[in-house]
């Protein structure tokens, strides 16, 4: 029997090669997600939202910032620390020049203001309908999301193609649950949230 990090290494293989069909199938998701977090209005005028700034074929989510900037909403990307160590997450407006970070990251430059959200929008590899998620394996979400929760609550929210939910998602202790993703065909929260 595969243990967990041999499930979760297989899942990535399979899930990167199916985004990449994703991504290139549906250019425009990233602009319809947008539409659909704006519509639901799960960011408040007082929230603070954590995007990331999209690398390879993640789903698009800079329309999704350009949605929240035009509606007076603050916007924050994650800064990545070196490895065992929770995202910092630091101001962005239009005018932020963006850095090279780790892994081909792009963020805010250290003298943005560093400030806590109170909402995380996730990339993923894979979610499943119990929100469990499948990142890229450095645990720096993970992390982030546990520091957030435990100093008093975050909400969560994966964002994603549809085409990236599988049956179930091979997670352990250290995974930290969504409280829901949004895709191009929806937003969906899980459990009580």
């Known amino acids: 029997m595969p243990s967990i990090l041999d499930a979760k290494a297989s899942l990535r293989l399979e899930m990167r090669r199916r985004r990449r069909e994703l991504f290139e199938a549906a250019p ?66 239009p005018e932020t020049a963006l850095k090279p970070g780790r892994f081909g990251t792009h963020e805010p430059p250290p003298a943005a203001p560093e400030l806590t959200p109170t909402i995380v929008f996730a990339p993923l590899l894979a979610f499943d309908a119990a929100g469990r998620r499948l990142g890229y394996g450095g645990g720096y979400y993970d992390r982030s999301i546990a520091k957030l929760r435990a100093a008093g ?24 649950p969504l409280d829901g993703v949004v895709t191009e065909r929806g937003f969906r929260q899980f459990g009580s949230s």
């Open 153 to 176: 609550g975050v909400r969560v929210f994966g964002l994603a193609f549809a085409g990236q939910e599988t049956p179930r998602t091979p997670t352990d202790a250290l995974d930290q």
């Open 28 to 93: 425009v998701a990233g602009e319809v997600v947008a539409r659909i977090v704006v519509e639901v209005g799960c960011v408040g005028q007082n929230d603070i939202a954590a995007l990331y700034w999209p690398m390879g074929e993640e789903l698009d989510s800079r329309p999704l910032i350009e949605a929240l900037l035009r509606a007076g909403r603050r916007v924050t990307l994650p800064t990545t620390p070196p490895p065992g160590s929770p995202l910092s997450f630091r101001r962005y407006t």
